[in-house]
């Protein structure tokens, strides 16, 4: 089907977030998110979960293909951008409001500029206040948005929620989208792998378990 620019360069950032996270970023995500209830707001009440039904996810090249103008999603498939599309969005937008701007869209944060006093933008952020300029930050962890002893982060590798023995990681980044595929990506890999990957793609970065 035809797509905008904008969702264009939305899905290529999903491509290529797959390809860097090692497939742990994988956006199409959408029948497992249906499988274990998450429809609909958690406040509309407790979802009716289905995980028998859940599958590990297809690779996403295996399922999406975007050229110039045109997406093509394969008959079956579903895709939720989810926390790229507000990692994204929140860089675009930080970039359309000037210079001088922090624009935080659900935690997703982009922050461009000295700040209100110069030294960056102040940001309260895993416990402490971190100062960004021409940063992103982002928090993936699984204390929220949850049910019973299910919750709304899905691992790839087995189609349901993920038990990594993280909780939540926080990330500072080039970029808002970076951040949010960085720490995403180390929640996914684990309390033994995400220090060094956070190492090698992150700015700074806190761990929970």
């Known amino acids: 089907m035809d797509v905008s620019p904008e969702l264009e360069t939305l899905l290529r950032e999903s491509l290529r977030a797959f390809e860097t996270s090692g497939g742990l970023v994988n956006v199409a995500v959408l029948p497992s998110m249906t499988a274990i209830g998450y429809t609909r707001p958690l406040v509309e009440g407790r979802p009716t979960t289905t995980v028998a039904d859940a599958r590990p996810l297809p690779p996403l090249t295996q ?13 079956g498939a579903g895709i939720d951008l989810g926390g790229i599309a507000k990692g994204w969005m929140a860089d675009r937008l930080r970039e359309s409001l000037g210079p001088n701007t922090l624009a935080n869209l659900g935690g997703d944060i982009s922050a461009g500029g000295p700040g209100p006093a110069g030294s960056g933008w102040p ?71 995400a220090p060094v990957y956070c190492a090698a793609h992150a700015l700074a970065w806190w761990l929970s378990p």
């Open 63 to 75: 399922v999406l293909a975007v050229r110039s103008g045109a997406a093509r999603l394969e008959p």
């Open 123 to 193: 940001v309260g952020f895993a416990g402490v206040t971190v100062l960004l300029r021409d940063q992103g930050a982002a928090t993936s962890g699984v204390r929220r948005r949850r049910w019973g002893e299910l919750h709304h982060l899905i691992d790839p590798r087995t189609g349901v929620p993920a038990k990594t023995g993280l909780e939540e990681v926080s990330v500072v980044a080039a970029s808002g989208l970076e951040a949010e595929v960085v720490a995403k990506t180390a929640l996914l890999v684990g309390p033994e792998l």
